[in-house]
């Protein structure tokens, strides 16, 4: 059975407005260009999401709150005809030490046990640093964005690495680079 690409993006700050640690849905706020962006990736790519949502175990927001919001951003993803195959979120906050939380690849390595992907086709996209490790540790090709926090954070990026403006841009410079690798 063939491998599927994936392109893996983090959530706040990638797809929607980084407001903080989202508790309410009507703090959900879609750039106004994801739901093209993502609609063109998915006729090559299954598109997952990866999100560390340390405000959990803060005590900021609560477990249930991220589920929902979650659930809403996949829903109104899907009514504009994005699929996202799956969202993994990371409760932890860095002093926990765990094993899911970004850079660590570890949900990204359970995507590829649940999915059948192919990693060295696939993209990890986000605007922080742990995103473009995570990335480089997975073994997929990492795109830094300067939406959201990515200005602020943009001189931490010790690897070279391509720098898109927005999803939108992410997206056109991923295809164009696979049209080049079929006509290769």
Sequence with gaps: MAKHPAIFLDRDGTIIEDNGH?????NIEFYSYTF??????????????????????KGLISENEVKEVNRHIVGALRTHGVTIFDI???????????????????????????????????????????????GINAGVTPIYL?????????????????????????SKFILSTIKMQYHE
């Design 22 to 26: 989202i508790n309410i849905l009507s």
């Design 36 to 57: 093209k962006a993502l609609k063109n990736l998915q006729e090559h790519f299954l598109l997952f999401i990866i999100t560390n949502q340390s405000g959990i175990s």
């Design 88 to 134: 993994f979120y990371c409760p932890h906050k860095s002093e926990d030490n765990c094993e899911c939380k970004k850079p660590k690849p570890y949900f990204i390595h359970r995507a590829v046990e649940l999915y059948n992907l192919d990693l060295t086709r696939s993209f990890m996209v986000g605007d922080h640093p742990s995103d473009i490790q995570c």
């Design 146 to 170: 300067l939406s959201g926090h990515g200005k602020k954070h943009q001189n931490e990026i010790e690897n070279e690495v391509s720098v898109c403006e927005n999803i939108i841009e992410a």
